[in-house]
């Protein structure tokens, strides 16, 4: 389990689980872990940014930083950048020293929420908080497209520094011993995706969930077959058996 309450007792001991007890753990914990972050770090490890940008959307967006954010030579005079699909960025407090032990200590200290303006196509924008680890879905349609699409914002937090991964809803997992070739399937054929490697993870471009058909096809990579013959699907049962009835 994620979390384990011992509690050691010769006598009868009444407790009682309540909102407020859960509040006080969830604190006594975030405290421990901003102590964890003060240690000093050695010269020797490469410090990781505070904020990392990752874009595994399958499409270029752009975002908007506010004033607190360092903004990078890639910005425009208003802190506008344009981040390439499978590109990273690292983002940094404006007021961030180069020293690697000061720097850490600024992670740790570091409670309040920065401001990001994501636009993922010319004629939507959504402003993004980052205050926590946690995953965000917002609506997105992309031009010489009908469909209607959802993009996840996946931010986690690792030692003091945040990840903000833009990224479709759809991730594939590898978790056998075999290379696996993925395809989707277009009306001139099949499509090569990525070559999955064992223990590996893929998230799909958002280009290719606007495909008829919706799903995957593999084939093992070290074998000598054919792709799979039917698809993995990624769309619920409930709502596949919802468009086949609207249809």
Request: proline residues 5%; negative net charge.
């Amino acid at each position: 389990p994620k979390n384990l309450i011992l509690v050691s007792s010769k006598d009868n001991i009444e407790f009682t689980l309540s909102k407020t007890s859960l509040e006080v753990l969830s604190n006594l914990g975030k405290s421990f872990q901003e102590a964890y972050q003060l240690v000093s770090v050695s010269h020797d490890d490469k410090p990781s940014a505070p904020y990392i940008m990752i874009n595994n959307l399958g499409v270029d967006i752009s975002l908007t930083l506010e004033s607190k954010f360092q903004w990078p030579k890639i910005a425009d005079k208003q802190g506008r950048l344009q981040l390439k699909s499978h590109d990273s960025l690292d983002l940094y407090d404006a007021e961030v020293v180069s020293s690697t032990v000061q720097q850490s200590r600024h992670k740790a200290k570091t409670q309040d929420s920065r401001r990001i303006t994501v636009e993922p196509t010319n004629n939507s924008s959504y402003e993004l908080m980052v205050r926590r680890s946690e995953v965000l879905i917002f609506p997105m349609k992309l031009p010489d497209f009908e469909a209607d699409l959802e993009f996840c914002v996946d931010i986690s937090a690792y030692l003091g520094s945040k990840t903000i991964m833009f990224r479709s809803p759809v991730k594939v997992v590898n978790d056998s011993s075999e290379v696996f070739e993925v395809y989707y399937q277009r009306e001139s054929g099949y499509c090569h995706l990525t070559d999955l490697d064992s223990e590996g993870t893929f998230y799909l471009p958002i280009k290719a969930m606007c495909v008829n058909n919706k799903g995957l096809f593999f084939k093992p990579k070290n074998f000598d077959c054919q792709i799979s013959d039917k698809c993995i699907s990624w769309t619920p049962p409930d709502k596949k058996e919802k468009n086949q009835e609207d249809a």
